[in-house]
């Protein structure tokens, strides 16, 4: 079953946060995050692990519930190179994912 | 390395035509992917293998086969295209670990694919 990703999109201001949200209605072993700009492929964000393991990059934030199922991606002091649609996939042990809708970033300037 | 490189970039089919999309990676990737994704709906799976001579089906098999006859090679075979099938296709591959590590998935630069 496909993850729910809230707000389908956010318009934010250069400087401003953000919250992204997944939840799923599956037990989760993982969630993964990933950036999508127009026309191009998804490109790694973060992994959080049944466990608390994450795996990322340094300038990015995100937590995981694994009793609520939900996981959360915090982009904080946002930059234009922010922008893109952010989908999260969710997994579990077999490394299939499901991915969300995605979320439509924007930063103005 | 180059990664996970796909051909061909773009292409038009007519209905009832086959074609296959090409997979390559180059980083001893055991695990390989192919999704489609339409706009507003994320990506779909539509066929993965663990493995040469292992592949098994996604959400959205339907027209579609897979083959896995190297390590690094992940083709998807369209049989008689239908409009349906309008999208764009992406291949992707991770290394999975048999203690059950998760590991980032690796994705091509995608295949846009019209059928009419």
């Known amino acids: 079953q496909q993850p729910v990703q809230s707000p389908q999109a956010v318009i934010l201001r250069e400087g401003e946060d953000a919250v992204i949200n997944c939840s799923s209605s599956?037990?989760?072993?993982?969630v993964h995050w990933y950036r999508q700009k127009h026309g191009e492929a998804p490109v790694f964000l973060m992994i959080?692990?049944?466990?608390?393991e994450q795996k990322g990059h340094e300038k990015i934030s995100a937590s995981f519930n694994e009793k609520k199922q939900q996981s959360s991606l915090y982009l904080t002091a946002s930059q234009l190179s922010y922008s893109g649609t952010y989908f999260c996939?969710?997994?579990?042990?077999?490394?299939?994912?499901?991915f969300g809708k995605g979320t439509l970033l924007t930063v103005n300037p | 390395n180059a990664g996970v490189t796909q051909t061909p970039k773009f292409r038009i089919l007519k209905i009832g035509q086959s074609m296959t999309l090409q997979c390559t990676q180059d980083?001893?990737?055991?695990?390989m992917y192919w999704y489609r994704q339409d706009p507003g709906m994320g990506l779909k799976l539509i066929y993965y293998?663990?493995?040469?001579?292992?592949?098994d089906k996604g959400e959205v098999p339907n027209g579609y086969n897979v083959s896995r006859s190297t390590t690094e090679d992940f083709p998807l075979r369209l049989e008689l295209a239908a409009p349906s099938q309008t999208s764009v296709y992406f291949c992707?591959?991770?290394?999975?670990?048999?203690?059950?590590?998760?590991?980032?998935?690796?994705f091509g630069p995608g295949t846009r694919l019209l059928v009419l």
């Open positions: 959080l692990l049944k466990g608390g």
């Open positions: 599956k037990a989760l072993y993982s």
């Open positions: 996939g969710t997994g579990g042990s077999n490394y299939k994912l499901t």
């Open positions: 992707a591959s991770t290394y999975a670990r048999d203690s059950g590590g998760q590991e980032t998935q690796y």
């Open positions: 980083m001893n990737h055991n695990y």
């Open positions: 293998s663990v493995g040469a001579g292992i592949t």
